[in-house]
């Protein structure tokens, strides 16, 4: 019987362990969204990891960090392959139309991506909504 109480009591440990680490996690997320609510349009950026790829031919030009009145932006500028219009490399990476990606659990925010041709090249720029 020893071994048995032993057992369930380590059980009853590991559950209490597992809960508070769950509910700590959970009180941070919650934080980090709130905090992406309220200051979203002070600076905050969307990680690099929710910019888009770049396929492959297409090279970065420039990698660049923007602000104004509405807030930031991150911004990339790709060249085309060769023989490739940067409205062809707009479809392929699915930018022909703005695009709002929804939070993800490491980002819970919702994040706008557009892209727009610009002298040979394609202008592509993510920032929170």
């Known amino acids: ?3 048995r109480t032993a057992l ?3 059980t009853k440990r590991t559950l209490v362990a597992v809960s508070v680490m769950l509910g700590l996690l959970s009180c941070l997320w919650c934080l980090s969204f709130l905090w992406l609510q309220m200051s ?8 690099e990891s929710r910019m888009p790829r770049v396929p492959p031919g297409a090279t970065v030009a420039d990698k660049s960090m923007e602000c ?3 807030g930031c932006w991150r911004t990339i500028t790709l060249v085309p392959a060769a023989g490739q219009s940067p ?7 699915g930018l022909s ?12 925010a919702t994040v706008y991506v557009g892209a727009r041709p610009k002298d040979g090249e394609l202008i592509v720029h993510v920032g929170y909504q």
Request: charge should be negative; avoid cysteine; charged fraction near 35%.
């Open 68 to 70: 104004a009145s509405g």
């Open 87 to 93: 409205e062809d490399l707009a479809r392929e990476m």
């Open 8 to 10: 369930r009591r380590r």
């Open 40 to 47: 979203k349009t002070e600076g905050a950026l969307p990680p």
């Open 97 to 108: 139309e703005e695009l709002r990606l929804p939070p993800t659990v490491f980002d819970p």
């Open 1 to 3: 019987m020893t071994s």
